[in-house]
């Protein structure tokens, strides 16, 4: 089994690399991080290359994610809450996926996943603008099984890792990755 996770924090060590690590510690099989503050991944340039042709024209880290995206059985969006959505890196890397609603809707190419969303930051609480945004970035790499939101939205009061909700939900993410339900 493997799985991809997209990290959408700039923060080393903060909540939604805390949680990361819960998820990684305890899922089955290999597992590969895209860390988009950290990563070589350019944003999509919409030169349609892709409305044709598998990938993108765009010669960066992008093309190992996405034969990874091809092989693994699981996909993790984590990703810090700002202004209500994703972050802007996660949204660039996001863009380059591009090629798989393209796969979809012009080349018919459809490959089903496992997907699921983390959320996490202080803030009013608003994530449903965010979660809409992963899951549409699911949905193009044909994840349609996704489990629920996790989220915790508490953070500039106590650390995600120390709420019990937000652990509750990581486990069943965990166990969802692992085929236990």
Same mark, same amino acid.
């Given at each position: 089994?493997?799985?991809?996770?997209?990290?959408?924090?700039?923060?080393?060590?903060?909540?939604?690399?805390?949680?990361?690590? %819960?998820?990684? !510690?305890?899922?089955?099989?290999?597992?590969? =991080?895209?860390?988009?503050?950290?990563?070589? @991944?350019?944003?999509? #340039?919409?030169?349609?290359?892709?409305?044709?042709?598998?990938?993108?024209? %765009?010669?960066? !880290?992008?093309?190992?994610?996405?034969?990874? =995206?091809?092989?693994?059985?699981?996909?993790? @969006?984590?990703?810090? #809450?700002?202004?209500?959505?994703?972050?802007?890196?996660?949204?660039?890397?996001?863009?380059?996926?591009?090629?798989?609603?393209?796969?979809?809707?012009?080349?018919?190419?459809?490959?089903?996943?496992?997907?699921?969303?983390?959320?996490?930051?202080?803030?009013?609480?608003?994530?449903?603008?965010?979660?809409?945004?992963?899951?549409?970035?699911?949905?193009?790499?044909?994840?349609?099984?996704?489990?629920?939101?996790?989220?915790?939205?508490?953070?500039?009061?106590?650390?995600?890792?120390?709420?019990?909700?937000?652990?509750?939900?990581?486990?069943?993410?965990?166990?969802?990755?692992?085929?236990?339900?």
């Amino acid at each position: 089994m493997k799985t991809l996770i997209f990290n959408g924090s700039p923060r080393v060590n903060g909540d939604t690399e805390s949680l990361i690590k %819960i998820i990684t !510690e305890n899922i089955n099989g290999d597992y590969k =991080i895209v860390n988009s503050y950290r990563c070589n @991944i350019l944003p999509c #340039i919409d030169c349609r290359f892709c409305w044709k042709n598998t990938g993108c024209s %765009i010669s960066d !880290e992008m093309q190992e994610v996405y034969d990874y =995206i091809q092989e693994c059985d699981n996909i993790l @969006i984590a990703s810090p #809450i700002y202004f209500s959505e994703l972050t802007g890196k996660l949204l660039d890397v996001g863009s380059r996926l591009q090629t798989y609603f393209c796969a979809k809707f012009f080349r018919k190419e459809v490959p089903i996943k496992k997907g699921a969303v983390i959320l996490v930051g202080g803030g009013d609480g608003c994530m449903d603008k965010a979660y809409e945004t992963a899951c549409t970035l699911l949905h193009h790499m044909n994840c349609y099984n996704i489990h629920e939101v996790v989220s915790c939205h508490n953070t500039n009061n106590k650390p995600a890792v120390e709420e019990p909700k937000t652990l509750s939900g990581v486990n069943s993410i965990i166990r969802f990755f692992n085929g236990l339900y």
